[in-house]
């Protein structure tokens, strides 16, 4: 067996300063082309990185003001998810922050629902799905980690009266739906620090210029998609992250809550490994053998009995 040793590194000296004087973390942040301290320290702490504005991303402008206009005109309005967990993760965080935002800005409230079609259904917008919630209503219909490539399906919604928003993370087609906004990092230049958000991520961006506050209360949403839909955890990725695991181990959720303690988690020690091989395959569980919305349910209840009547499909599904 032959062993292929690293090159060595020049370290400078304010660098391992800025790395807690460890050589090891020192040479390893030069590896991945980490350079100066100030690098180092939005790296390796995220108190100390500078997140990105969320209008950086191409059309979200055209989203957030297309969404509050809806919200304020009493518009009935649907989250169309996808069934993995980043989609799950995705369509809670938006129907949390279009339903608070709705209390907000009128007194009865905007209509508010989501959709999440089977695995049977398969991936991405369908023209059968929308005719339904279009007759049911539904004049906004807001993806996430999903719609991208969706051309025909935009052009059908549109032709029936209602609007479509694309927020999504996967690779465009060579020709962009013709949707009131297409929210997709793809569309960002290369090495862009919000390049990598997965489906969770960019709907937090959506949320975060929304309503800041009800964002940062959803981030340990954004931290369990994330994870679970391997993201490359680079730039705004890696600190919402940083961030979300935080706010996992202190989640306020039943859904959570009662998850934890069916997988003999201890709240306090939840780590990355957990999401991915833990709490990621559970929410998984659900779109490959059942119905993924009652993932998005299970995020969202205050109900301590649905919690863990879910919690325990949940449970059973895994163990299939």
Same mark, same amino acid.
């Given at each position: ?131 339904? %919630? *279009? @007759?049911? +209503?539904?004049?906004?219909? #807001?993806?996430?980690? &999903? =719609?991208? $490539? ?70 340990? %949403? *954004? @931290?369990? +998609?994330?994870?679970?839909? #391997?993201?490359?955890? &680079? =730039?705004? $990725? ?70 863990? %009547?879910? @919690? ?9």
């Amino acid at each position: 067996m032959i062993w292929i040793e690293p090159e060595s590194v020049q370290v400078p000296a304010p660098l391992r300063e800025a790395a807690g004087g460890s050589a090891l973390v020192a040479e390893t942040l030069v590896r991945r082309g980490i350079l100066t301290p100030n690098t180092a320290r939005a790296f390796l702490d995220p108190n100390a990185y500078v997140p990105s504005d969320p209008k950086d991303l191409p059309d979200l402008a055209l989203a957030a003001e297309r969404v509050e206009q809806a919200i304020r005109r009493g518009e009935k309005i649907v989250v169309w998810g996808d069934f993995d967990a980043d989609g799950q993760t995705a369509t809670a965080l938006l129907l949390e922050t279009f339903q608070s935002l709705s209390q907000l800005f009128t007194h009865e409230g905007s209509a508010v629902s989501f959709h999440i079609p089977t695995r049977q259904d398969g991936h991405g917008l369908h023209r059968e799905g929308l005719a339904q %919630l *279009v @007759a049911q +209503g539904a004049r906004l219909i #807001v993806t996430c980690d &999903t =719609g991208v $490539t969706a051309l025909d399906a935009v052009v059908h919604a549109r032709d029936l009266g209602a609007e479509v928003i694309i927020t999504d993370h996967h690779v465009p087609g060579p020709e962009l739906p013709p949707a009131v906004a297409v929210v997709n990092p793809h569309r960002l230049p290369d090495g862009h620090p919000l390049a990598t958000l997965p489906g969770v991520g960019v709907a937090y961006q959506l949320a975060r210029a929304l309503d800041p506050g009800s964002a940062d209360r959803a981030l340990d %949403l *954004v @931290a369990l +998609g994330t994870v679970a839909d #391997v993201a490359t955890l &680079t =730039g705004d $990725t890696r600190y919402l992250v940083q961030r979300g695991l935080h706010a996992l181990r202190h989640s306020r959720r039943l859904g959570l809550q009662t998850l934890y303690k069916l997988a003999d988690l201890n709240p306090a020690g939840i780590t990355e490994e957990h999401v991915g091989f833990v709490l990621g395959p559970r929410l998984n569980a659900l779109g490959r053998l059942a119905d993924a919305a009652a993932g998005v349910t299970l995020l969202m209840t205050e109900d301590p009995t649905r919690a863990r %009547l879910l @919690a325990s499909e949940i449970e059973g599904l895994n163990a299939r």
